[in-house]
């Protein structure tokens, strides 16, 4: 029975690289010249720390800029509480959404099985397996999760026959 898979996943290999990159671009820029403003990633999440609110934002956008360029989408970001830090510094943590949660799975299960297309889904962890009778039932499932607009990006692997 043909299937498929549902999933949310971003390539930790690749934010390194993109941190990497804005690390090296604060180094040489003209407005962070004399700025103690870093960027470093622990495990699943990024630390971001600016002298100040300005500086965060710049770092954001560079960092948004870098990141989509690796080929991982902002809605995979999720911005923490910005916290103040000495003087005028601050510092925000960004986690990396990585695996769709039990409310978007519920809400995709839902909205596929209120569609009438003829496939069966099931939550397996933090992927959804697609299942169903006929290719052409798959790819409209496929098309109609892609039209759905979730705010976490979401890929399909492991198409079988």
């Not at 403003?37 to 934002?57: P, Q």
């Not at 960004?94 to 909205?111: F, N, P, R, S, Y």
């Amino acid at each position: 029975m043909p299937s498929f898979d549902i999933v949310s996943e971003a390539d930790m290999a690749e934010v390194d690289n993109a941190i990497q990159n804005v690390t090296r671009e604060i180094t040489v820029r003209y407005d962070f010249k004399g700025s103690k403003s870093t960027v470093e990633s622990t495990d699943g999440a990024i630390k971001v720390f600016a002298d100040d609110e300005l500086k965060l934002k710049q770092m954001h956008e560079i960092l948004r800029g870098n990141l989509q360029k690796r080929g991982i989408e902002p809605g995979q970001l999720d911005y923490q509480k910005v916290e103040p830090a000495a003087g005028q510094s601050v510092r925000q943590n960004i986690l990396v959404k990585d695996g769709i949660d039990k409310e978007m799975a519920k809400k995709i299960v839902k909205e596929i099985k209120g569609s009438k297309i003829k496939v069966q889904v099931s939550i397996q962890g933090d992927t959804l397996r697609v299942t169903g009778k006929k290719r052409d039932d798959l790819q409209a499932a496929i098309q109609f999760v892609k039209d759905m607009g979730l705010e976490q990006p979401v890929q399909f692997k492991n198409f079988r026959d």
